[in-house]
């Protein structure tokens, strides 16, 4: 399995999420309120036409993040 950022991956693609940077402590408590906690698994369901912002299927649910924003999540890319 590869290792990437939350921003590298393709529509449909499943991961694993590592870790979240800790450059931006505020942002990275939000992303963990979000449910974006290592081990958690989550889908790139679709991106906008212009490539921002990317949806996520993150336990259950649809979450919306910019790929400015997704690049501080690493993950573990499924096959």
Do not use: C, H
Not at 21 to 37: E, T
Not at 65 to 75: D, G, H, Q
């Amino acid at each position: 399995m590869d290792t990437a950022t939350l921003q590298d991956l393709s529509v449909g693609q499943s991961a694993t999420v590592l870790a979240i940077s800790n450059d931006n402590p505020a942002y990275r408590r939000q992303l963990l309120a979000m449910g974006l906690i290592p081990g958690t698994s989550l889908t790139l369901v679709r991106v906008a036409p212009l490539g921002d912002p990317m949806e996520l299927e993150v336990r259950g649910f649809k979450l919306s993040l910019r790929r400015a924003e997704a690049k501080a999540v690493t993950v573990e890319v499924s096959s």
